[in-house]
Each structure stands twice: as C-alpha cells, then as structure tokens.
Nanobody, 122 residues
Framework: VQLQASGGGLVQAGDSLRLSCAAS????????MGWFRQAPGKEREFVAA????????FYQDSVKGRFAISRDNAKNTVYLQMNSLGPEDTAVYYC????????????????WGQGTQVTVSS
C-alpha cells in the first residue's frame, strides 16, 4: 500500500485546512486509516483514525471538536478537516494505515505516508 498525503500549508491561527491521503495498491476493507503528527523536537503522536469499513472514528483529546476525520472508500482516501488551528498544531502530519486500531496507540503502523507540513502562525 502506498500513501500520498497532501493539503498542508501555512495558515494563521483560527484558520482551517483539509489534509488528504490517497491509498493505492491493495486496500482491504478492514483497514484503519489515520493521521499522526510530529512537531520539532517531539515524538510522533496520534491525531485521529477511522475504520474503513464502519466509519468509526478515534481522536486524540486535544483535537476533539476541532478536527474531523472522514473517508471516501471509493477513492481509497482519508481526509482530516482541521478547524480552529493554533500554533500548537504546527507539525509534520503523516498518513498511516494499519489493520488494527491498536497500532495507532503503539505506533506499530503497517504503512506510512510521507509527511505534509502544517504551519500555524499566531
């Protein structure tokens, strides 16, 4: 599975961005797709995930109510709508796919995409 992320950029605090991640190759119905982020000098952290089959979503507490993850199974694409962005959201965002949700907890991810930079100025 290859993952192509896009949609990052430079925005001001309070603005919105939508990230996209298109998966190519073998896409299984039981996949979990999601996003991590890594700020300079910090560990990569989980942001959000969604079950491809059911649409069940999972979020890190700090983004609940601001970020929304969704998927388009016909396009094998997962989206991350990010609203009310703040400087603390500045990071490289990585798309990820695994067969189990637990992988998004222990970061034992099957497939990683390249990162897309999100920079939020205050």
């Amino acid at each position: 599975v290859q993952l192509q992320a896009s949609g990052g950029g430079l925005v001001q605090a309070g603005d919105s961005l939508r990230l996209s991640c298109a998966a190519s190759g073998r896409a299984q119905s039981n996949y979990v797709m999601g996003w991590f982020r890594q700020a300079p000098g910090k560990e990569r952290e989980f942001v959000a995930a969604i079950r491809r089959s059911t649409g069940t979503t999972f979020y890190q507490d700090s983004v609940k109510g601001r970020f929304a993850i969704s998927r388009d199974n016909a396009k094998n694409t997962v989206y991350l709508q990010m609203n009310s962005l703040g400087p603390e959201d500045t990071a490289v965002y990585y798309c990820a796919v695994s067969t189990v949700v637990a992988a998004f907890v222990n970061r034992d991810i099957d497939y990683w995409g390249q990162g897309t930079q999100v920079t939020v100025s205050s």
